[in-house]
């Protein structure tokens, strides 16, 4: 079997037949490693992490595709090539379906957008050719981006994700004003894969630079890589098969998506914002629309939306059933206006600061480490409590303990977004395990007692508490008078 590398050059999507097992295909590497390791998963059962997009109903606690499973890309254990199933013909485990769901390619479109001296950006190239895909050249190309000599760019396109890689090369040439700018991107109904695909994207923007109009690799790619959808063709990714939940129940993880950042992703974001990620995880976790400005280059801020996602995770069957989902919309611009209106839920970014003077769009607005609100039921939430003074302390204490370990004995498996994110699941389970056991207990009053078993602030926290209780459904629960002046 071939070894697909995530930073391989040109098609390296291509599967050579298994060595190992002539009779039979075996699973793809990057299922193994999923399956084999725990911190490499995400619970398919009472998980809240952003997932295969939104296109099934239910919550958290049902078998909806946005609860569906991925994983973070870290290294995974050398047991991992223990999995391939040895089940007979008809016999096939829980693991081999996962693999089967996981691993099917989803790619609906192809596309290469182009920018026009007279025209502005254009659609240049596609496949399918009927394939809706008006707008697209808006978001392949973000505004600003003649700025960098290289980009990539998450998306949303409907109910479709893309991943566009984009190179801006000097040319000689009167017509195009000395530079030539290219995107070549994909659409998928999910955007935890879509890394997998990067590197062949960077190959192939650089090679339409050089060779305008050489289109037979990305011909070849999508008929390798095309999804077959529904009759409907409706963007519907198929919920995990029942019988493959067991694999995974016990896993919640955040969403697969190959971080490049020479840093990290979440290792970057908690260094960029520093305490105020505090702030972030609140709003997050309230379900608030988050607007990010940056200017451009876009990929890493595309990061930011994905890390703003992981602070949101809960893993307790059954909560958040009844909140708005909490939508990665990943890189906006004016375009998608109208789309951002109807949410109630997202975070997103955007290089267009004319979304600034929009306050009716979003409830936080995040301009590099500032993050603001016209709302006045959120500037409170905007200080720190003594609370996250102390959770901010004991996540950096955490996390140089990891460093150190890692340095004195070389232990690679620990991974800094494994400890980000595990933190804030952890947190986020001890509130509302919490409030579960107030609100089953005889007198269910909330208390400064049990307020800071949550790891609040009685008084710090008490408006965040409030409306915690509001979203989540916890109507029934009475709040002691005590939490004013504790």
Not at 106 to 117: A, D, K, R
Not at 244 to 252: E, K, L, S, V
Not at 268 to 275: K, V
């Amino acid at each position: 079997m071939v070894e697909r590398s995530d930073r391989a050059p040109l098609l390296d999507w291509e599967e050579a037949p298994s060595a190992e097992k002539p009779g039979g295909a075996a699973p793809a590497p990057h299922a193994r490693d999923r399956l084999a390791s725990p911190s490499n998963s995400r619970a398919l059962l009472g998980c809240s992490a952003p997932g295969f997009g939104w296109s099934g109903g239910g919550g958290p606690g049902a078998p909806a595709a946005d609860a569906s499973p991925a994983a973070s890309g870290a290294p995974a254990p050398a047991d991992a090539e223990e999995h391939p199933s040895d089940s007979g013909p008809g016999e096939t485990s829980p693991e081999d379906r996962m693999v089967k769901w996981e691993e099917k390619d989803q790619i609906v479109s192809v596309f290469v957008v182009t920018f026009n001296t007279r025209s502005g950006n254009l659609l240049e190239w596609c496949l399918p050719r009927d394939m809706d895909l008006d707008g697209v050249e808006f978001k392949a190309i973000a505004s600003g981006s003649h700025r960098v000599s290289t980009d990539f760019i998450y998306f949303r396109k409907g109910s479709y994700f893309g991943l566009a890689c984009f190179a801006n090369m000097a040319v000689e040439s009167a017509v195009e004003r000395g530079a030539r700018m290219k995107s070549v991107g994909i659409l998928s109904p999910s955007y935890t894969l879509l890394y997998r695909y990067m590197s062949f994207l960077e190959h192939q923007v650089r090679l339409q630079l050089q060779s305008p109009g050489h289109y037979s690799p990305l011909e070849a790619f999508y008929e390798d890589k095309r999804a077959v959808l529904p009759p409907g063709g409706d963007a519907v990714v198929a919920a995990c098969p029942a019988s493959a939940w067991g694999a995974a129940i016990n896993h919640c993880m955040h969403p697969e998506m190959k971080i490049t950042h020479p840093a990290g992703c979440m290792s970057q974001f908690f260094r960029f914002f520093g305490e105020q990620i505090m702030v972030l995880w609140k709003l997050a976790l309230l379900r608030r629309r988050i607007l990010i400005f940056s200017p451009p280059p876009v990929g890493v801020v595309c990061y930011r939306v994905y890390c703003c996602c992981c602070l949101a995770n809960i893993s307790l069957p059954g909560v958040g059933v009844a909140v708005p989902e909490f939508r990665p919309f990943f890189y906006v611009n004016v375009a998608d206006i109208g789309a951002l209106e109807n949410e109630l839920s997202y975070v997103a970014c955007t290089t267009e600061k004319i979304f600034e003077e929009k306050k009716d769009l979003y409830d936080v607005y995040v301009d590099n480490q500032n993050v603001k609100t016209s709302r006045d039921g959120l500037k409170p939430l905007l200080r720190l409590s003594a609370a996250d003074r102390d959770k901010y302390r004991k996540l950096t204490e955490q996390r140089q303990m990891l460093l150190f370990s890692q340095e004195e004995d070389g232990d690679g498996a620990s991974s800094e977004e494994d400890l980000f994110i595990l933190f804030f699941l952890e947190q986020n389970n001890r509130i509302f395990q919490t409030l579960s056991e107030v609100a089953g207990s005889p007198d269910p009053t909330v208390t400064p007692e049990s307020v800071r078993a949550m790891g609040l602030d009685p008084h710090g926290d008490r408006l965040f508490l409030l409306h915690l209780l509001e979203i989540y459904g916890y109507d029934s629960l009475l709040v002691s008078e005590q939490l004013c002046c504790s």
